[in-house]
């Protein structure tokens, strides 16, 4: 059948297909178009928040302030029905003193801010209180991995023994400070009974540091650290008592000589007390121990400056402790990359006599504080 051709009257017009193919193409591309139509609602929302906003009207200025020339201009008062008024005599007429226009303040110069409340000043015996919490809680708490000597890994494997020996001497420090202040600060004399908070805190001190359970040497000092919080409560409130006595101080300066003097020995000796010869594994324990000790006891000697200052001030002692503090932070900042042996007079350092300079010079001084401070 031809173009030309017409259909004859039984046959009948065939159906036109229809368009598939752009049915094809939505389908094909769907993913694409609904992506599209989501890009072009969300850039329609971002063009119309924009125009908004550049839409709103500019705040609205201050009004300017009045000339200091400028007068207020009364309001009409209403009409009175008018009485003859007698004139008085005439007064002597005096030049006229110009009243001078306020001051402004300029316009750079901010306006003057509420008066802070003055800081709270500490009560007596809590800046020493805060020291001793302090120490401890920078090795509990403060620190990587927190208390190290009671770990299985880093305790009794060993494999952190130099945090672990400064942790141990930071440790002796506070458990000498507890203890005086358990037995003569917080009493005025022998008959006063302790304080419950501080004598449960000393108990929590002496708890072996290597405890990993029944009871966890780190819960028990959290618990003692607790227990000073509360008696410094306590202070404040007035229910506890702190005495800066200088027997008391002499107390606590007598513990750390002793403590002072033991790490001493332990820096410059050669032998072991068995005569065995000082192995390279106890060197760089010798030296940390000794670096804790000075790290903690420079801290508290520092709280002692403040809460002894009368005393201190009457003996004219300020300077030998000042020394005293300086020695020990110098102790403490000694950073080595190994803890050597050499010999004293060899090319290889000998960090243990390094550090034996600044423990001999504190404990040196410390008695010769103490000594000053027992002179009427």
Not at 118 to 135: D, H, N, Q, S
Not at 192 to 216: C, I
Not at 267 to 284: A, P, R
Not at 312 to 320: A, P, R, W
């Amino acid at each position: 059948m031809t173009p030309n051709d017409s259909p004859g009257p039984e046959q009948l017009p065939a159906p036109i297909p229809p368009p598939e193919k752009l049915l094809h193409f939505l389908m094909r591309h769907r993913f694409l178009i609904v992506s599209l139509v989501v890009v072009v609602f969300i850039a329609t929302l971002f063009v119309w928040g924009g125009r908004k906003k550049a839409s709103a009207p500019p705040p609205a200025e201050p009004p300017a302030a009045a000339a200091p020339h400028a007068e207020a201009v009364p309001p009409v008062a209403q009409e009175k029905e008018s009485l003859p008024v007698v004139p008085p005599p005439p007064a002597p007429k005096e030049p006229a003193a110009v009243p001078a226009p306020p001051k402004e303040a300029p316009a750079h110069v901010p306006a003057a801010s509420p008066a802070l409340a003055p800081p709270r000043e500490p009560v007596k015996g809590e800046v020493f209180t805060e020291a001793l919490i302090k120490i401890m809680d920078d090795q509990v708490n403060q620190t990587w991995f927190g208390w190290r000597p009671n770990t299985i890994i880093f305790g009794k494997f060993g494999l952190t023994d130099n945090v672990n020996n400064l942790q141990l001497g930071v440790l002796e420090v506070a458990r000498r400070t507890v203890v005086v202040l358990n037995e003569h600060m917080t009493r005025f004399a022998t008959t006063e009974a302790y304080d419950p908070r501080v004598n449960e805190a000393m108990n929590f001190f002496m708890v072996s540091p290597d405890k990993y359970w029944f009871p966890s040497a780190s819960g028990k000092y959290r618990e003692a650290m607790q227990d000073l919080q509360r008696y410094i409560g306590g202070l404040r409130l007035g229910r506890a008592r702190f005495y800066s006595r200088v027997d008391y101080l002499i107390a606590l300066l007598s513990n750390y000589k002793d403590l002072l003097g033991s790490s001493y020995h332990n820096l410059i000796k050669d032998t072991e007390s068995d005569g065995g010869t000082i192995s390279w594994f106890m060197v760089d324990d010798y030296f940390y121990y000794s670096q804790g000790i000075a790290l903690a006891m420079a801290e508290m000697l520092e709280a002692v400056t403040k809460e002894f200052h009368q005393e201190l001030q009457k003996k004219n002692s300020h300077k030998l402790l000042e020394d005293a503090i300086h020695a020990l932070h110098a102790a403490s900042h000694l950073e080595p990359w190994v803890v050597t042996n050499g010999a004293k007079d060899g090319i290889l350092a000998n960090h243990r006599a390094d550090m034996s300079t600044y423990i001999g010079e504190a404990e040196h001084v410390i008695s010769t504080l103490q000594s000053q401070l027992a002179t009427n």
